[in-house]
């Protein structure tokens, strides 16, 4: 049995590691991926001597697929969680806490966001229970059109953006309701005559904490003590394929027996020899809208279609490390909505910093225990430990919104003079670092645009018209690894199907 898994991120790899649980170590396996590292997304870097992650730093932790497989590979004794330090937000030209009673941003009542909105604004939130009662429109909406209509401008401005722009690097305008904030549509559909009803039937009713309704509550988020691509690692240790980076999949075809072929652009390299076509029995295609687009033009071209209706965003990473000792604030870090300006009167160039040794604790150089740390290429590199005194302070700033390209062509140095400039108006921050790592994702996150559920749905009814393939990836279900983990597992389970009964 011979299976390609085209793409080396944690979608494809969790495909490759699961198909060779299912069809054990006779199957053959090759992992193909156009890039010189696997992991996608998942990238840790040494920055002053410590493991940082430098894309996503953080998995869903109340969402078991990223936990349970973590737990499978033996990893379960790395898993750290948030400090629980609290997270500000930006807003109206003041650094103010980010409200507790709201769901993506939108409030179930005035009082949770009176401190960020100004007087007319959380009299505006008050009243829209007075309104007519709310009704959806068939299918999809946008999600900034809706919010706005009903909460104001200033919600969505001050809350809903910033919140969505860590995580899409969208504004809520060009983002779908169903896809991105689901419990609220559903208890749209189930009859709440209001966006502040809809949110509140999703949270504790008021006055009742975390704490109060349960003793011990489970974290919110997880991340890997020696960073994140140590799950990589183990993905494809624990897969045994046969991986080709530097290996970009030009076309993919059905053979007249039902096989597949793919034209790979053969780029030679030490790891990867040039191999122009490769013949297998089945396909996971694990990679971005626009590459999925065009290998499935010919074989499913109304996923292609759907596909190709996805828009991409671009963004940076700018990670700082400052000396020992340097103080940061007392929050986990700062969201900045898009219309928020400078002192100066010019927008900020970062949407959002993260004070990680202040969110972290394993980052504040209290974890001894991980003397070796390794990256995404398997390659090791030995680290000192040290004490909170001496570990150096590191923080990320996030660059890019989508639609906003002239900010990422800013130089590397440009970038990071722009971030230190907003971290001082912001933080107070001047230290100058000691060291410094930009990382650019040009493409790298889906926009879930209005219908983005219904273009899925068009995808996979698509794909599963066609025996022996499968797709995964973060254009699916979801951008965080949980879900990415989800479609990996299930891509791989079902051309396992297929190869098994075949043979």
Request: net charge negative; hydrophobic share 45%; aromatic share 2%.
């Amino acid at each position: 049995m011979k299976v390609a898994v085209v793409g080396g991120g944690v979608s494809g790899l969790t495909a490759a590691y699961r198909l060779r649980t299912l069809l054990g170590p006779g199957a053959e396996i090759t992992v193909l991926e156009a890039g010189r590292e696997l992991g996608g997304k998942l990238r840790t870097v040494p920055v002053a001597g410590r493991p940082c992650d430098v894309g996503a730093e953080a998995f869903l932790a109340r969402r078991p697929e990223a936990l349970e497989l973590i737990r499978e590979l033996g990893l379960g004794d790395r898993l750290r969680h948030p400090s629980g330090a609290s997270s500000t937000v930006r807003a109206g030209g003041r650094t103010v806490g980010l409200p507790k009673r709201t769901l993506m941003g939108i409030p179930a009542d005035a009082d949770a966001v009176s401190d960020v909105l100004s007087g007319g604004g959380t009299a505006r939130v008050a009243g829209e229970r007075d309104l007519p009662p709310l009704r959806m429109p068939a299918g999809d909406v946008s999600l900034g059109h809706l919010v706005r209509e009903r909460l104001g401008d200033e919600v969505v401005d001050r809350l809903v953006d910033p919140l969505l722009g860590g995580v899409y690097a969208g504004g809520a305008d060009g983002l779908g309701l169903r896809a991105v904030v689901p419990a609220l549509a559903a208890a749209v559909d189930r009859g709440a005559t209001s966006l502040s009803s809809a949110v509140a039937a999703q949270l504790p009713g008021p006055g009742t904490s975390n704490s109060t309704a349960a003793p011990n509550p489970a974290p919110v988020f997880g991340t890997l003590s020696g960073g994140l691509a140590a799950l990589i690692t183990e993905l494809a240790d624990r897969a045994g394929a046969d991986v080709r980076l530097g290996v970009p999949v030009r076309a993919l075809n059905r053979r007249t027996d039902g096989g597949w072929r793919l034209t790979t652009g053969a780029v030679a390299s030490a790891h990867a020899p040039a191999e122009p076509e490769l013949d297998v029995d089945a396909v996971v295609l694990a990679v971005p809208a626009p590459a999925a687009a065009r290998l499935l033009a010919e074989v499913a071209p109304d996923a292609a279609a759907a596909y190709g209706e996805v828009e991409l965003a671009s963004m940076a990473v700018v990670t700082l490390a400052l000396p020992a000792s340097t103080p940061l604030p007392a929050s986990s870090g700062v969201l900045i909505g898009a219309r928020e300006r400078t002192r100066a009167g010019t927008p900020f160039t970062a949407k959002a910093f993260t004070f990680t040794s202040r969110k972290w604790p394993h980052q504040a150089g209290s974890d001894t225990e991980d003397t070796e740390d390794t990256d995404a290429t398997g390659d090791t590199e030995n680290t000192t430990d040290r004490t909170a005194d001496e570990a150096p302070v590191l923080l990320r700033g996030s660059v890019g919104r989508f639609g906003d390209t002239a900010t990422l062509r800013a130089t590397d140095d440009e970038l990071v003079r722009r971030v230190r400039a907003d971290l001082a108006e912001l933080a107070g921050i001047t230290a100058d670092p000691v060291d410094v790592v930009v990382q650019r994702w040009g493409g790298g996150l889906p926009q879930y645009g209005v219908g983005h559920l219904d273009r899925v749905a068009r995808i996979e009814r698509a794909v599963a018209e066609v025996p022996g393939l499968a797709v995964a990836g973060a254009t699916l279900h979801g951008v965080g690894i949980p879900t990415c983990i989800g479609t990996g597992d299930a891509a791989a389970r079902r051309v396992a199907a297929h190869v098994t009964v075949g043979s």
